[in-house]
């Protein structure tokens, strides 16, 4: 007499589809993450309705993504999903910056600047703003040759991408440290803004009754010979979306006086493991 197959013999026999897998680390990722949606479906009794559902949210979420937008990273990051996987692979010392969420609205090849330029167009409204500091290790000693690309939205609150009036690579700029470590650059003071709505993330939002507002803020990608690369935000402490950030990236840590004409800050960067 035949038995019928459980739920249970069913995700053994999906497992052992990757047994003649020769990349390991492939093996560890479909395993695992095979194991975990079945026992979420198992757990939740996902309906076919409900399947059906996901699977068209997905399909939308690919069909709004182009070369000026990214709506799988912005769903990434309202899933609280883009802010773990930076504090997995960042894993800072005490010492260390705190990393933050990349976004979907990074642009590699923003202009290298002389330091003391400012990424805002001459003709910005907004508050006039310098941020400046120094790189520098978990020893204090400042690190010369460190590459800072920085950005931010308009005072409107859009970025150069979503705005077609802006001009490509506004409110951008990319800044190479001498041997003192220090930084310093003008910009507008950064404004909070809602992220995109208009997309599958929004309507994921709405439903779930949760904001879409980002607090103000710049920000920066700083990459250093032997360094591990760092990847953050400074927050003007006097927004009031600090406690609500739809993507979860504020760290008090790297919440910054914004309120006169100068925004001081060090970033420090802790070594890439093969150098620890």
């Not at 330091?115 to 020893?139: C, H, K, Y």
């Not at 930084?183 to 003071?189: L, P, Q, Y």
Request: aromatic letters at 8%; proline letters at 6%; a negative charge.
């Amino acid at each position: 007499m035949t038995t019928k197959m459980t739920p249970k013999q069913h995700l053994e026999e999906v497992l052992a589809s990757y047994d003649q897998c020769a990349d390991p680390r492939l093996v560890q990722i479909m395993t695992s993450l095979t194991t975990h949606l079945f026992a979420f479906i198992e757990e939740t009794g996902l309906t076919r309705q409900e399947w059906m559902a996901g699977i068209e949210f997905l399909t939308a979420t690919g069909k709004k993504c182009d070369d000026e937008r990214q709506e799988f990273i912005l769903l990434s990051d309202v899933l609280g999903v883009s802010m773990l996987v930076e504090m997995v692979n960042q894993r800072t010392t005490d010492s260390a910056t705190e990393p933050t969420v990349l976004g979907p609205f990074y642009r590699p090849g923003g202009p290298e600047l002389a330091m003391g330029d400012s990424i805002a167009p001459e003709n910005s409204g907004g508050q006039r703003l310098t941020f400046a500091g120094t790189v520098r290790n978990a020893e204090g000693s400042p690190l010369e040759g460190a590459h800072l690309e920085v950005w931010q939205t308009s005072p409107e609150g859009f970025y150069d991408v979503q705005d077609p009036s802006l001009d490509p690579m506004s409110y951008r700029g990319n800044f190479t440290t001498g041997p003192d470590g220090r930084f310093n650059f003008g910009t507008i003071r950064p404004v909070d803004y809602q992220i995109p709505t208009d997309g599958p993330v929004g309507d994921l939002l709405r439903a779930s009754a949760r904001e879409s507002w980002r607090p103000a803020h710049t920000h920066f990608l700083v990459t250093c010979s032997g360094y591990k690369t760092l990847i953050t935000h400074l927050f003007d402490a006097s927004s009031r979306h600090l406690h609500s950030d739809a993507v979860f990236g504020v760290r008090e840590t790297l919440e910054v006086n914004m309120d006169h004409e100068v925004a001081s800050f060090d970033l420090v960067l802790d070594l890439a493991e093969e150098n620890k």
